[in-house]
């Protein structure tokens, strides 16, 4: 692990085990993230992605709710520039047991289109009868955004309300089981990587 990379493992260490989040400048390189945004898999998100659904066991659509767009990432199969994201993830989950013992054990993530307009209400990670999200880890990929183009992350903190724009390469990471949040509606599409640090390794979808 270089120094550079030892050093963000233990600022997100340090704020999980504090305010229980961390925002991270940056997690992916703007080349990274380029080479991340330019697959295939992002090209036509219409055609490769399926509405996202709320709850677990009986998902339901309700663009009420969530309007967003996934696509879930085999790790297997996965293109070269998303196995750079998932090996820097594992790092980190190993590092997150060893210094604040989670017993983490894998990760689920899945690509994400927020269509313009499109937001997600105000809601926690954890399912009431599935408590294997451990962390959600958010990582954004367009670049040059502006605070006018909205598309804000908001943590519903005890302290207040916090507002983080979705800027290439920032990484939030946050306890799943304690942090509601929301996100706001953009004009313009709005792509990252979602998904969950987990303490069972992840289900076959």
């Known amino acids: 692990m270089t120094s550079d990379l030892h050093h963000v493992f233990n600022q997100i260490a340090d704020g999980l085990a504090g305010p229980g989040y961390a925002v991270i400048d940056p997690f992916l390189s703007p080349r990274e993230a380029e080479a991340i945004l330019g697959s295939d898999e992002f090209s ?23 309007g967003d767009y996934i696509q879930w990432i085999d790790p297997v199969t996965a293109p070269a520039p998303e196995q750079v994201y998932l090996r820097r993830l594992h790092d980190l989950i190993a590092f997150l047991n060893e210094n604040l013992y989670l017993s983490l054990k894998d990760v689920e993530i899945h690509r994400t289109v927020y269509p313009v307009g499109t937001f997600y209400r105000r809601h926690l990670d954890q ?20 605070e006018e183009q909205g598309g804000q992350l908001i943590l519903y903190l005890p302290e207040g309300e916090l507002k983080i724009m979705p ?10 089981d304690q942090i509601e949040h ?3 509606p953009a004009n313009r599409e709005r792509y990252s990587l979602t998904g969950w640090a987990v303490d069972r390794l992840p289900e076959l979808r």
């Open 44 to 66: 036509k998100p219409k055609l490769h992605f399926r509405k996202a659904g709320i709850g677990k066991e009986d998902k339901q659509i309700n663009e009420a709710i969530r």
């Open 127 to 146: 399912f009431r009868l599935d408590d294997h999200r451990k962390l959600s880890l958010i990582c954004y990929l367009n670049p040059d955004w502006r």
């Open 167 to 176: 800027e290439r390469g920032r990484l939030v990471c946050f306890r799943s």
């Open 182 to 184: 929301e996100v706001l």
